[in-house]
């Protein structure tokens, strides 16, 4: 007897349809799985006669053959238990075969015969609904995950034996509703108001959330580098609907989802002992990187120096790009990384004030190559830092400072900016605009072309510098809600990128 079960596997962070099919035959009590499938989900073959015989469902003995098709694709996890399991009732004709077309599965079972989650039910929605079925079965944990996904009914299902008496017609769940996000977390209470001082590099911050920039900051230890960075999600708008699925998908495939939709921008910080392939992503089957995770959010890199020099040169083409492609043997998989990339570094490798440095010119040198010409050219602000004064310290909470709320204000106005002018273009900020975009949209007055001709003169510029500064202006232009670039606009640019002219010169 002949059966198929439609599930999903997850190749990069797609869901590509598998037809689970199964052959029953008179002979020796074999259960062989083919069409290449890891150890992992040849391992299904215990949990799915466990799982059948526990839930008080029959486990055929005959000579049982699944394959999973197309065999060119690689099948890796627990994913593909349900649909096993599902095939082995089909074929044995415990449930009616014409049920199964109606529906795609996917989940792991436990032995008992409860369902248990799985990663990336997003994607398999997607995946359900790109196919073109209409219903699709998941553990009641991912449920409301994957409903999130319109035009596809998802129902969650808790066992293995609900869902022999769904496919013989006697239980119908209700369609599952997606899940509220989460409450938002103790990182909230983070605020921009906790850090005295530090004028200049708060407003750097603001600039960078405005359109999306990358942002250096340089100084000696303690200054605050890493308190600012830690901030930057709490003055950032928060995602809409479409960037809220597309990190919730890209976390759901990397097992980082809580079910929900995301509600905030996702920050990561990975340290600075991280691989080239743990940044950018990469594996035997590709996995999603640091700055793939940090889709739609920030990447902070904390200590810039520190890392390896292959993971800092991998990351210069995702970050000009804003996508990366990896390729293992015959197949090539994309990964969407738009991050901003904020980061922080000392200015040598004794970082004490310049008067009481203790470096060789050689060992700053050697500390300022680390971070090569190209990168530097990539970032869009680079922020000097300096101890904040003892009497603005111990001032009390609250004192000059503005909170969060009164800057993300500000940021999600320029952002509407932003958007009503790239309407229908493919740039979602300033900072991700191409060449041809950037002199579209950056209206310069006589008096502002004149300011960046001077500029090129003080701060020497590449082409792709060129357009970072326009870039650049353009934002500080939304944020004070001008139409045009104004001269000043472009000073304040240029002010920014002089810091990375002068580390790529070092
Ligand atoms: N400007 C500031 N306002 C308030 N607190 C500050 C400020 N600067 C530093 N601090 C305090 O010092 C601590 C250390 O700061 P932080 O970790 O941000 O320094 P850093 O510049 O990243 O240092 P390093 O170069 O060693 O990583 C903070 O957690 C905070 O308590
Ligand atoms: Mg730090």
Known sequence: MLASVATFAIEGIESLEVAVEIDMRRGLPVFTVVGLPDAGVREARERVRAALLNSGL???????????????????????????????????????????????????????????PVHGALAVAFGARRAGYTKLLVPEENAGEAALVEGVEVLGVPSLDRIADLLRGRWQ???????????????????????????????????AAGGGHSLLMVGPPGVGKTMLARRITSILPPPTFDEALEITHIHGVAGLSDGCLASRRPFRAPHHTISPAGLIGGGASPRPGEITLAHRGVLFMDELAEFSRAALEGLRQPLEDGCIEIT??????????????????????????????????????RYSRRLSGPLMDRMDLVCPL??????????????????????????????????????????????????????????LGAAARSRLLEGHGRVPLSGRGRDRVLRLARTIADLGGRERVSAEDIDEALSFRLGASERVAA
């Open 58 to 116: 029959e486990f055929p003995l005959q000579r049982l053959t699944a394959n999973l098709a197309p065999a060119s694709l690689r099948k890796a996890g627990p994913s593909f238990d349900l649909a096993l399991a599902v095939a082995v009732l089909g074929g044995s004709g415990q449930v009616p075969r014409e049920a199964l077309t109606n529906y795609a599965v996917c989940g792991e079972l436990s032995l008992s015969g409860a369902l248990r």
């Open 173 to 207: 769940p209700a369609p599952a509703r997606p899940r509220a996000p989460a409450a938002r977390d103790s990182d909230d209470e983070l605020d921009l108001a906790d850090v005295r001082g530090q004028a200049d590099a708060k407003r750097a911050l603001e600039i």
């Open 328 to 365: 293992r043997g015959q197949r090539t998989v994309s990964f969407p990384a738009e991050a901003m990339l904020i980061a922080a570094c000392n200015s040598c490798p004794c970082a004490r004030p310049r008067h009481e440095c203790l470096c060789t010119e050689a060992d700053r040198a």
């Open 386 to 443: 300096s101890t904040t004064p003892p009497l603005e310290l111990a001032a009390g909470p609250g004192a000059s400072s503005e909170t969060s709320a009164t800057v993300r204000a500000r940021v999600s106005a320029a952002r509407e900016r932003q958007d009503e002018r790239l309407n229908g273009c493919a740039a979602v900020s300033n900072a991700t605009m191409d060449g041809a975009a950037t002199r579209r949209h950056v209206g």
